[in-house]
């Protein structure tokens, strides 16, 4: 009994000597998760098999780290604070990290090394969430999923259905290239210092079938419509730069609000200009 309540003190004050030994630097983003039972919940999402090659950004302190490293025999920590790094280094011997932006890392090297696609998994930092997904998009073809804690406002933008206001940029491209689905909500409170949002757990699966198109085209004719929103997609586009005369030709109908269309009916739409343009030149 006494050994147990010894044991109970030692790990009490490991968890503080820690928690004092990086000290959070809100540039980074850094709010630590400190709820073992959310710990526990991400990685029964991510269900690491032994030959997984698992990529964990952001991996701080090894919060989510201590469910993970163990799990796979190929398990590799993004991260950029020293301080973190050497904590985790010496935490987690057998565990490979490295220093490193994650939106510098090539995913393609890494597949090439493993000679296997990578699951992406973190409590990423909320600073660059969009920049985090485009990332992963931009690589889906060595990417097998994702599963990543955001803000539960960007989360929902994620899922969003068309016709809801919170559909927009991030729900066509994520819909499109992904299949993304909240796991589960988690509270604000379950983080260290506590955030001013809560959160929610995303899976994306990304999709491998998505027909060959010009997806720098793609993307700039969904940012130019929803970037004029309350027009419509005509309008949108001749804001844009689109020539009347050349809109008038396509067969999308154009009277409808981005927040109407599906991302096939963007990838119809990026075609149909994409051939228009062709024939033009
Ligand atoms: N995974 C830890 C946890 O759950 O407690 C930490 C999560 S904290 C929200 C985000 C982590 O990402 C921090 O450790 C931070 O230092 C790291 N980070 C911030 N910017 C980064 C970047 N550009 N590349 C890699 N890691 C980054």
């Known amino acids: 009994m006494l050994s147990l309540l010894l044991l ?13 030994m990086v000290v959070p630097k809100k540039s980074l983003g850094q709010n ?5 039972n959310i710990a526990r919940n991400i990685a029964a999402e991510i269900d690491p098999k032994r030959d997984d ?28 604070d020293t301080r973190a790094l050497e904590l985790l280094r010496t935490r987690f011997q057998n ?18 090394r493993f000679g296997s696609k990578i699951r992406v998994a973190g409590n990423i930092p909320y600073y660059i969430t969009s920049e985090i997904l485009f990332w992963i998009i931009d690589q889906r073809a060595h990417v097998l999923d994702a599963v990543l804690m955001m803000q539960l406002e960007v989360a929902r933008r994620l899922t969003a259905k068309p016709r809801t206001k919170e559909y927009g940029i991030l729900s066509v491209v994520s819909q499109f290239y992904s299949i993304p689905s909240i796991a589960f909500r ?22 491998q079938d998505v027909p060959a198109h010009n997806e720098q085209l793609f993307r ?7 970037g ?9 586009l001749r804001y844009a730069g689109y020539p009347e005369e050349a809109l008038k030709q396509l067969t999308t109908d154009l009277t409808r609000r ?24």
């Open 32 to 36: 630590f998760l400190r709820d073992e």
């Open 53 to 80: 090659i698992l990529l964990e950004i952001g991996p701080g302190m090894g919060a989510l780290t201590a469910h993970l490293a163990g799990t796979t025999d190929h398990y590799l920590g993004i991260e950029v």
């Open 186 to 207: 988690v509270s604000r409170n379950s983080f260290f210092p506590v955030p001013a949002v809560d959160s929610a757990l995303v899976h994306l699966t990304l999709r």
């Open 228 to 236: 004029k929103r309350r027009k419509t997609m005509f309008n949108g």
């Open 220 to 226: 700039r004719v969904v940012r130019d419509t929803f």
């Open 258 to 281: 981005p927040e109407e269309l599906s991302g096939e009916e963007f990838l119809k739409l990026t075609n149909e200009l994409e051939t228009l343009r062709n024939s033009q030149k």
């Open 95 to 112: 565990a490979e990290f490295l220093r490193q932006d994650i939106l510098d890392v090539r995913l393609d090297d890494l597949a090439r």
């Open 8 to 20: 109970a003190v030692l790990v009490i004050l490991c968890r503080f000597t820690i928690i004092a």
